[in-house]
Structures are given as structure tokens and as C-alpha cells.
């Protein structure tokens, strides 16, 4: 009997532990879930330009993966924590506005985000132009074959909106122009790849497009203004942040066509002070105007020759419009360099001042210093006009209307970078 109750009693606990077992497998532990998370990198790129070819973002070190313009990438099965993400591969035109590496913390079964913020402006060309190509008037700039053109103004496509004028700084890292974007003309100021727009006036009508001109230390600019309302045009000198804007003419006759001496001490320009007009220079803070001309003739368009030693001008004092140059003092009298059938107009020297360029009758002359060897250099049926030299003294360029039509746009005021 007592055998009968111990099999019974081992019985009992025998299936009382396989109870225990069986809740143990079926209940008794928890689901641990997902592990691991996934990270989305952006790019966000403003500016004129983008670069190129992308970027490559690289997490924790490892391997990088592309991430494309204003693109995305996604790294999945991270692990909870934090993880670094490295962006690469910036290019020299492209400015990193956020951190980097930038830090994210991934949560388990999570889509955690961080966004790379870029600026990037357009590859640097050599010379800088207007063109209405859009509709409105924007800045824009081309290589001297005039491959690679790049836009660095962006106005809404308005045709009362106009960027022109644009005036390269001494060490080519900025351009100052002329801008309707406020409603009237006034200075603008951006970087060469046209990257920090920057307002330098603001003057409520008083101001017209005219040529900016750069001191040669590139800390102040010089330009004609006319206020269409009350008095005819000034010469104004600005400094290059937007500070001091002086009217250093300040004549109830009209003055214009400032330009620096090399040294930038001084300021030649034309006025009808006299009654006539005539070429005058004053220092750079308007003291002490001197008359070097005295002619009864209209002398304009004076142009300083690169050692500053001279002066050459536009005058009619034969009959017709031609070219003159004198001493930057106006001592010795002034000689005639060149007289075409047509009017000579606008000199400019070449960087070395062994040559002077000009226009007559639409055409573009290069001729020596001194007058000798002119040639025709474009012998066109079109006009053309507005000359710049390149740096290095081989090159001119300039701007063209076509007779004969074609073309659905303008572009013109070219202006070479300095270097």
C-alpha cells in the first residue's frame, strides 16, 4: 500500500514540474522587438552654383555612401545610439554652412533625420556681363571663348527688373553693379561667384546706371549720378561696405566720367562748369578741381594711362570727335593721336600703356600710344563699342549690336576680371 501511495505522489510532482515547465516555454519570457534604426542625410543647397558632382556622407568612419545636389541617402540597421555622419567631397565653389561630422541619435525602429545646409556659388569666369536672357536683366559671367557661362544675379523674370554695369574689384574677389531690384537704381555688391548680395545705397531716385570705376586699393568706388528731378549729374565716391557716400563734385553744373588716378589720390572727369565741357582733376575727396584743358570744345572721356603720367580724351576741338592725349597735369598742351572719317570715341589704354583702344563709326581701333599703326580690329557692318582689356594685354572685348538682326536676347557692358 505504501509503494501504491509513493508511485502516486511521485506522479504528482513528476507532472506538477512538467506544468511549470510548459507555462516556463509558453509565457514566461518577452519579445525584445527591433535593435537597431535608420538615419536619413540630406543635402540642401542655395546659392547660384552647385557643385558638381555631389558629395559622400560616411557614418562612423566607414565606408562613404553618394549623396547627390539636394538629394538624400539613408543608412539602415544602425544601432541605438549616437553615430557620426562625415560629408566629403565639397566642392572649391561650395561653402559647408552646417557641422560636420554632425552627431545622431538613432532609436530603435526609429527614422531619425539631419540635413547638410550648403552654399555654393558659381565657378569663378573672367569676365562678367549683362543679358536679358531671362526676360529680366541679370549679371552673368563666361569664359574669354565664351564657353561656360554661369548666372550670378537671379531676378524674377520681370523686364522692369535690371542687373547691369558690373565693375570688378582690383583683386578680383568682388563685383559692385547696378540693380533696379528695390525699385530704383542703386549699388549692389557680391562676391565673385555671386554668393553674399549686399546693398551699398539706398537713394531713392537719385542715382541712374552709369559705370562704376574702383579705386586701385579697391576700398572705395567712384560713379556719375543724375537726380532726374532736381539737378543734373554729380560725381559721388562710396566706400567699398556702403559707408561714406559723399557727393564730391556737389556743382550746380553737370559733372561725370570719373576716373582713378593710379595711385588713387585723384579723380579725372568732364564738367560744363565753364559753360563747355572740360576734362578736370580733382583729389579724391573733391578738394582742389583743376581745369586742364581751357578749349572752347566739348573734351569728354578721359582716360588715365596706367603709370599715370597721362590723360587721354575724347575732343571736337578739329570739327569732329577725336582722340587727344596730354600730361596727367595738363602741362604741354594736348596732341591729337588719331583721326578717322568717323568720330573717335571712348580710349582706353592697354594694361602696359604701349596701346590705346577706341571706338570710330562702330568700329574698334587698336593703335600704338602715341597715335602710330591704328588698326581696324572688327571691320563689321554692326556696332560695337565698350571695350576692356584683358590682364594681360592680348585680349580685348567688347560688345556688338548686329545690323542685319538675330539673336533673342542682349548681352553686353562686359567687364574683365583684373586677375
Known sequence: MRSIHRAIASCTALCAASSLLLALACGGSESTGPSTGIVLIRASNTGPGLDPDGYVVAVDGGTGQSLPVNGSVTFNQLSVGSHQFLLSGVATNCTLLSPNPVTVAVTAG?????????????????????????????IYAMNADGSGVVQ????????????????????????AFWTTRDGD?????????????TRLTNSSGLFDSTPIVWSSDGRKMAFQSFNFTASPSEIYVLNADGSSLVNVTNNAAADGGPVWSPDGTKIAFWTNRDGNDEIYV?????????????????????????DGQKIAFETDRDGKVAIYVMNADGSGGAAQLINTAADDQAPVWSPDGTKIGLQAGGDIYVMNADGSNPVNVTNTPDWNDDIVWSPDGRTIAFQTLR?????TSNSGGPAWRPR
Open 110 to 138: 526609429d527614422t531619425a533625420q539631419a540635413t547638410f545646409q550648403l552654399s555654393c556659388g558659381a565657378p569663378l569666369r573672367p569676365i562678367a556681363f549683362s543679358s536679358n536672357r531671362d526676360y529680366s536683366t541679370s
Open 152 to 175: 550670378l544675379t537671379n531676378n524674377p523674370p520681370d523686364y522692369r527688373l535690371r542687373d547691369g554695369a558690373a565693375a570688378w574689384s582690383p583683386d578680383g574677389t568682388r563685383i
Open 282 to 306: 580733382m583729389n579724391a575727396d573733391g578738394s582742389n578741381p583743376v581745369n586742364l584743358t581751357t578749349n572752347p570744345a566739348a573734351d569728354r572721356a578721359p582716360a588715365w594711362s596706367p
Open 403 to 407: 545690323i542685319a538682326g538675330g539673336g
Open 185 to 197: 537704381w542703386e549699388v549692389w555688391m557680391m562676391n565673385a561667384d555671386g554668393r553674399s548680395l
